[in-house]
């Protein structure tokens, strides 16, 4: 079975994709998240829905602290900021799930889809495949699964490790705008081979552990790291947090910042990703930056006000 897989394999074997929760790559958590309990065996929904952890479990770093989403549940999570379309993967989902301890290729894997919206009513699905078989049920215990059959379903990989999803993968969707990315929804994949099963983007069955008749069934979330990042504006020096408005960022032609004091004087600066300077101009309290002299892409913007305190962020021109 594993030598008909096409997808990146399980973290830890080369040629996975997995980031490990400390990496650097991250640059912020989910700050608040909603729950919509799921099912024990959504078969059985006389048994109640699933009960373990809360939804404060799935915000902050990763850390192997989850809540069960059960059969079918529902997770919605948001940031400090936007997630932006950058290079390379631009946040990750991290489960709980773990490896065969004989054979590293395989784990015990809970799977779910992944959706995002910049507005936070209308989500898109990331395509996603599943190539496991789906002749002979994956039991709630005790059977493992290849991570090189499975593509863009969160909890590919095992603790400690992130899915990661690259938001090009959803170019040229009507009503998404990549780079103001504010909402991830994370939508448990009913494992069952049976009428209830869930299909991937190509109309196959996903199978995964089913039934998992217990508190902690379904798709335990863990975190949702961040690692292409906008923000609004903030700093935290000594910790003082003073405040510079920056918006809207993504940005046309204007940028606008306002600072906590309307009689602050300030410096900005916008330089390149290679770290040129490309511009500077003194305001105070609130004022505009004319940004018609970039073209569009990724820059750097610092501000430093008069008393010391910095600021830098990054800055979408589109």
């Not at 030598?3 to 997995?18: I, K, M, N, R, W």
């Not at 902050?60 to 079918?72: C, H, K, Y």
Request: charged share 15%; net charge negative; hydrophobic share 40%.
């Amino acid at each position: 079975m594993p030598a008909l897989g096409q997808f990146p394999p399980q973290a830890g074997v080369a040629g996975s994709t997995a980031l490990p929760a400390g990496s650097s790559l991250f640059t912020a958590w989910a700050k608040d998240c909603s729950i919509q309990r799921g099912f024990l065996n959504i078969d059985s929904p006389s048994l109640g829905y699933t009960s373990f952890g809360d939804s404060n479990l799935a915000t902050g770093s990763a850390d192997n602290s989850v809540v069960s989403l059960g059969d079918s549940g529902v997770a919605t999570l948001t940031f400090p900021g936007f997630i932006y379309n950058g290079p390379g993967p631009d946040f990750a989902v991290f489960e709980n799930g773990f490896v065969n301890p004989g054979n590293d290729s395989q784990a015990f894997l809970e799977l779910a889809f992944v959706e995002v919206s910049s507005d936070g009513e209308h989500f898109f699905r990331f395509p996603n495949q599943s190539l496991t078989q789906a002749e002979t049920q994956i039991r709630g215990a005790g059977d493992y699964m290849y991570a090189n059959l499975i593509n863009n379903l969160a909890g590919k990989y095992g603790n400690g490790y992130g899915t990661p999803f690259d938001l090009e993968e959803l170019s040229g969707m009507a009503g998404l705008n990549l780079n103001m990315i504010s909402h991830v929804r994370i939508v448990d994949v009913i494992g069952t081979t049976g009428t209830r099963a869930s299909p991937d983007s190509y109309g196959r069955t996903i199978n995964d552990p089913y039934p998992t008749s217990f508190p902690t069934g379904g798709f335990d979330l863990d975190a949702v790291g961040v690692i292409n990042r906008l923000a609004d504006a903030h700093v935290q020096e000594n910790g003082r947090q003073l405040a510079f408005h920056i918006f809207p960022n993504p940005a046309t032609t204007v940028l606008n910042i306002e600072a906590a004091s309307p009689i602050a004087e300030y410096n900005v600066t916008i330089f390149s990703r290679s770290g040129n300077l490309l511009l500077q101009q003194d305001l105070m309290g609130r004022g505009a930056i004319d940004l018609d002299v970039l073209t569009p892409g990724l820059y750097f913007i610092h501000i430093t006000d008069t008393n010391g305190n910095k600021c830098t962020e990054k800055l979408l021109r589109w």
